[in-house]
């Protein structure tokens, strides 16, 4: 009861086709697909074979190998982007103690988001700063990056419907957004003094180089690391705590754990880490995970 069938599907989608793009998304973006994902991955791409106009999934998956062009929608079609502002907010309560802790240094506060999705979580670390600081234009520099081209592109407008800022307090729903009026009604926008902390870059993190330069003070990974094996953890954990400054912050999500890697990082907090010792190199350079 309950199971479809092969022949129920709107398109042909064998165990074989499950396997070529398990093996494909793994290759492209490190990601892990896990038994359980087969009807995940058909609802996802069937929407790019309707757009094509394809019938089956492996004429999907020749296009997709002889089509550069298609990877990129293959990809986002494959990445989840679950997100809320301020998601597990005794994250934001961390980096609001730093940020108090390192008011006095002369240096700027330097944020790395990892997986901004589509704005929620980098727009929170902006607003959390803002407070800490009590000024609009803190000295801060927030980088927010996704694989997701399509989720970065939303990120950078910055307008969610009023529904996703139910989190928010009515204070910061005042101080950050302006309320959507005629046409943009049930919408708002976050402000430009926001928007100009946080910068978006596309990165994959399975790139040899990421085009990042210096160190930060607190990177989130949170939600990130639970796609990919193990082996690609402990290369992707290494290459970015080279880029933490020495008493930085990693700040991992609810459902991950580095207990196994406690010769790299210690924990310091709820799914908060730092540094077990020093580590050169600037990270952004070799260590580039090889399928």
Request: charged share 25%; glycine share 6%.
């Amino acid at each position: 009861m309950g199971r479809v069938l092969m022949d129920e599907r709107e398109f042909s989608y064998r165990p074989a086709d499950f396997e070529r793009v398990r093996a494909i998304i793994h290759r492209k973006a490190g990601i892990h697909l896990a038994d359980s994902k087969k009807q995940l991955v058909y609802s996802r791409l069937a929407r790019r074979l309707r757009v094509l106009g394809l019938a089956d999934f492996s004429s999907y998956l020749d296009h997709l190998e002889k089509n550069p062009s298609e990877q990129e929608e293959f990809v986002n079609a494959l990445t989840t982007n679950l997100t809320a502002f301020f998601r597990e907010p005794h994250h934001f309560s961390i980096l609001a103690a730093y940020a108090n802790k390192h008011k006095n240094s002369s240096a700027r506060l330097r944020v790395w988001c990892a997986a901004s999705s589509t704005g929620e979580e980098p727009y929170s670390i902006a607003m959390t700063l803002i407070e800490a600081f009590g000024r609009y234009d803190p000295p801060v520099e927030i980088v927010a990056s996704d694989i997701d081209s399509n989720v970065l592109a939303e990120a950078s407008r910055g307008v969610y419907s009023l529904s996703r800022l139910q989190s928010l307090s009515l204070s910061q729903k005042k101080q950050f957004f302006l309320k959507g009026k005629g046409s943009n009604a049930g919408n708002a926008k976050v402000i430009d003094a926001l928007k100009q902390l946080v910068e978006f870059k596309k990165i994959n993190l399975l790139d040899k180089n990421w085009p990042l330069e210096g160190k930060f003070d607190v990177i989130f990974c949170r939600n990130v690391m639970i796609y990919f094996d193990k082996p690609t953890q402990m290369i992707l954990l290494a290459r970015m705590i080279r880029l933490l400054k020495p008493e930085g912050l990693y700040i991992a999500g609810h459902s991950e754990s580095f207990s196994h890697a406690a010769h790299l990082v210690r924990l310091v907090n709820k799914t908060t880490y730092q540094v077990v010792h020093s580590v050169a190199g600037n990270g952004s350079e070799g260590m580039a995970y090889e399928p």
